[in-house]
Nanobody
């Protein structure tokens, strides 16, 4: 399985970005999938997740109401629409496949990371 993330960039506070993750090797509906981010000097944290059926989504408290995770089965892709961006959203964003829930979403031992895409939000 390969995950290719794209769509990052440098924007101003209040702007929007849409991240994409192209999935190859398996269908996007094969796994619980999600987006994580890692800011400099901080641990990687889960931002949003979508279960394999596509019927349910989950968001971290810091992005609820601003970010939307979605997927396109026909295009075999995962997306993260990010609105009302804040400087604290600055991080490298990673898409991930094969998540497990244990008090929060985590990558399973058999899971996959994309290569990361930088998002920088200036005030």
């Amino acid at each position: 399985v390969q995950l290719q993330a794209s769509g990052g960039g440098s924007v101003q506070a209040g702007d929007s970005l849409r991240l994409s993750c192209a999935v190859s090797g398996r269908t996007v509906s094969s796994y619980h999938m999600g987006w994580f981010r890692q800011a400099p000097g901080k641990d990687r944290e889960v931002v949003a997740a979508i279960i394999s059926s596509g019927g349910s989504t989950w968001y971290g408290d810091s992005v609820k109401g601003r970010f939307t995770i979605s997927r396109d089965v026909a295009k075999n892709a995962l997306y993260l629409q990010m609105n009302s961006l804040k400087p604290e959203d600055t991080a490298v964003y990673y898409c991930a496949a094969d998540l497990r829930w244990r008090n929060s979403w985590h990558l399973s031992p058999e899971g996959y990371w994309g290569q990361g895409t930088q998002v920088t939000v200036s005030s």
